[in-house]
């Protein structure tokens, strides 16, 4: 029986060839049924090196001239964001299926812009949203499906320090663009938090929000407190901060800890990926599951263009489409406006 990553071999090209397109290509090189062709940067050299390491034929400094000559099936954008809707909308016209990381635009008017013109164009596109992706989300939300802990979700919270935003040369080291962001957090990180929030618990109906700027030499806002309330039911608490530190050996392993407290008990996410139940009246004990350490963050990377190249094959709707992403940025709009009124505020789309 075949697979649903089996089957003729799809011809896949890379736009970015900057820091995180490491994981993407080493992904790509491990999906059987996927071919890399062509890569594309404005450094050449940059695309020259990812082509050399993961055996790609094709360079290219100009995305207008791949496309013409190698005419891929899919393209994976990974490039900053305010590239993403010129390159959407070249890949549209030629009829190609486009994965493309996030932030999807540099403002939300202009992701819904990139949404539109993939629509129009009846073109496959998902967003490389891959926190959802991470082994240890996937394993809570098949414990809370169980019902476990219960079928009402009471409180979920995500409290997150990195550590790598003080001091003067904060983010020049991975990504030197973050320093210049007028939006930061909530736009480059927390917009991960609302779609693993919704993931788990549902559509979000309205939020509080407040954010700061702690390290003077960035332009947007380092840490935010957030309180979500779900459709269906509880609540989201966010607290994330960029700037302090914590103790994890790995701050970028699990990028956090999650509490998620039910009707029927409660699910622990340590920051070393340990995950532990306990049902109301009973002790907490550990749940067995091997989470993946290649990688990015358990891995997620893979597992986020498996699930695109199953729904090219299967023809299955991508959970991160454009619409669950302008449901996304949605919530993360609301965050900022309350973040200005200092009220509750509910997405808009």
């Not at 080493?26 to 695309?47: F, T």
């Amino acid at each position: 029986m075949m697979s649903q990553v089996d089957g003729p071999k799809l011809r896949g090209a890379v736009v970015g060839a900057g820091y995180f397109s490491q994981f993407h290509f080493d992904s790509w090189k491990r999906i059987p049924g996927v071919d890399l062709v062509a890569v594309c940067d404005s450094n050449h050299a940059a695309a020259e090196r990812a082509a050399k390491m993961y055996g790609v034929e094709g360079v290219y400094t100009d995305h207008a001239a791949m496309l013409d000559q190698v005419r891929p099936d899919f393209v994976d954008i990974v490039t900053r964001p305010d590239t993403h809707l010129t390159l959407v909308d070249d890949c549209a016209r030629a009829g190609v299926a486009i994965i493309c990381q996030k932030p999807l635009a540099p403002t939300v008017a202009e992701a819904r812009q990139i949404v539109d013109v993939a629509q129009k164009a009846s073109v496959r596109f998902m967003v490389h949203e891959n926190f959802r992706f991470q082994p240890w989300y996937r394993e809570i939300k098949s414990l809370l499906d169980s019902g476990i802990v219960g079928r009402k979700v009471h409180t979920i919270t995500h409290r997150n320090r990195m550590g790598d935003g003080w001091g003067d040369d904060a983010y020049l080291a991975r990504q030197p663009y973050f320093q210049t962001m007028k939006q930061f957090l909530i736009f480059e990180a927390g917009i991960h938090t609302i779609d693993t929030f919704r993931y788990l618990a549902g559509e979000i109906d309205r939020v509080w929000c407040m954010h700061r700027k702690l390290n003077p030499v960035i332009a947007g806002e380092d840490t935010a407190i957030g309180i979500f309330q779900f459709c269906e039911s509880g609540v989201g608490v966010y607290d994330a901060n960029r700037f302090n530190e914590s103790t994890a050996e790995n701050p970028r392993y699990t990028f956090g800890e999650l509490l998620v407290e039910c009707d029927g008990g409660t699910i622990r996410l340590y920051d070393d990926a340990r995950i532990t139940v306990q049902e109301l009246g009973q002790p907490e004990t550990p749940h067995a599951y091997q989470p993946s350490r290649h990688g990015f963050a358990g891995d997620c990377v893979h597992q986020t263009q498996l699930h695109f190249i199953r729904g090219l094959r299967s023809g299955d709707a991508f959970e991160t489409d454009g619409a669950s992403y302008l449901r996304s940025i949605a919530v993360q709009e609301a965050m900022y406006r309350s973040a200005e009124t200092m009220q509750w505020e509910s997405p808009s789309q």
